[in-house]
């Protein structure tokens, strides 16, 4: 067996020899920014690209609030910024969707109104919707695959859209 001992006379034994004492230095003794400086760096408010770390102005609030088919019609995405409806006593805030939902879109007869039974039925015809000063539609006459579709629609609308509160009958309030 050879006896070997650490040899800091060649160039690669002093050159790993000093790295190893100045990684530690390093680790023992960081280097800490001259607080006497009077470089202070402000503090960001955006991107170059455009993202906000405050918004210039807050989305309206969304409350839960009891709706009739009275009071939910003027939500047609005509006569305000909101654009709402109802599926099966749930209404939608589907105001994202204007071109869908809006005056022009082609789900647009849906827009303020219980949209339940086209959706079931997959249908857009006006003869589908509940005239809004009559009682809901039970929707009693569905068919079980029309219950489904109905309920497969409620399933996509709760991920896409906030669901901002209930639909009941016009005496209910």
């Known amino acids: 067996m050879s006896n070997s001992k650490f040899d800091l006379g060649t160039p690669i034994?002093?050159?790993?020899?000093?790295?190893?004492?100045?990684?530690?230095?390093?680790?023992?003794?960081?280097?800490?920014?001259?607080?006497?400086?009077?470089?202070?760096?402000?503090?960001?408010?955006?991107?170059?690209?455009?993202y906000t770390w405050s918004p210039k102005s807050?989305?309206?609030?969304?409350?839960?609030?009891?709706?009739?088919?009275?009071t939910l019609e003027p939500f047609n995405g005509v006569d305000s910024q909101r654009i709402l409806l109802a599926i099966n006593g749930i209404v939608f805030d589907v105001s994202a969707g204007r071109n869908f939902y809006g005056p022009n879109g082609m789900y647009g007869n849906f827009a303020g109104r219980d949209a339940s039974r086209g959706m079931a039925k997959q249908s857009f015809d006006p003869e589908m919707l509940t005239p809004v000063d009559q009682p809901l539609d039970k929707l009693t006459d569905l068919a079980p695959d029309e219950i489904e579709n109905m309920k497969?629609?409620?399933?996509?609308?709760?991920?896409?859209?906030?669901?901002?509160?209930?639909l009941v009958e016009n005496d209910a309030i």
């Open 13 to 50: 034994n002093t050159a790993l020899f000093l790295f190893i004492l100045y990684s530690i230095q390093k680790i023992i003794f960081p280097s800490i920014p001259n607080k006497n400086s009077n470089k202070k760096q402000p503090t960001p408010t955006e991107f170059k690209t455009g």
């Open 58 to 70: 807050h989305p309206p609030t969304v409350l839960f609030k009891t709706y009739t088919p009275k």
């Open 152 to 166: 497969g629609w409620i399933d996509h609308f709760s991920n896409k859209y906030l669901i901002c509160g209930k």
